[in-house]
């Protein structure tokens, strides 16, 4: 899995001009899901981005998990995240899972991390438009093949 997290003040996700959900400070994930993918692909990015400390505490210094600020988390499936752009001008999308695999680790990943944390969604395979304002801006990849 490859993970895009961004800390946010507040994000949302529309589709077709219609918003879908929204969040205030937390996260907003980008998760995309590869064919080798795993239940232990899973748990270990449930398991990293619920401890991961990346939140500011009073001497701002990075020190607190969402967790510790009671955030909440947006989580948008992004197959692109896997684009092979090394041919040409037009991305393949060959290295992401199929769609029933990719929805179903998708949707573990959310039922696990909801499990601590306040989790909404976008709408698996769907035209979603994402809006964000990106607190520090913090931005981080976490990809489940490098531990």
Do not use: C, H, W
């Amino acid at each position: 899995m490859k993970i895009v997290i961004q800390r946010v003040k507040r994000a949302s996700v529309s589709i077709d001009t219609e918003l879908y959900n929204q969040i205030q400070q937390g996260l907003l994930l980008l998760v995309g899901v590869a064919p080798d993918d795993s239940q232990e692909d899973v748990e270990y990015a449930a398991r990293k981005i619920a401890n991961m400390r990346i939140f500011s505490d009073d001497e701002d210094k990075m020190n607190l998990s969402i967790k510790d600020v009671k955030g909440e988390i947006l989580s948008i499936s992004q197959f692109t995240l896997y684009a092979d752009t090394k041919k040409g001008n037009r991305p393949a999308f060959t290295g992401a899972a199929q769609p029933d695999l990719a929805s179903q680790l998708y949707d573990d990943f959310n039922e696990l991390l909801g499990r601590e944390i306040a989790v909404k969604t976008g709408v698996f395979a769907a035209d979603m438009q994402v809006e964000l304002v990106n607190d520090g801006p913090v931005t981080i990849v976490l990809d489940t093949k490098n531990r």
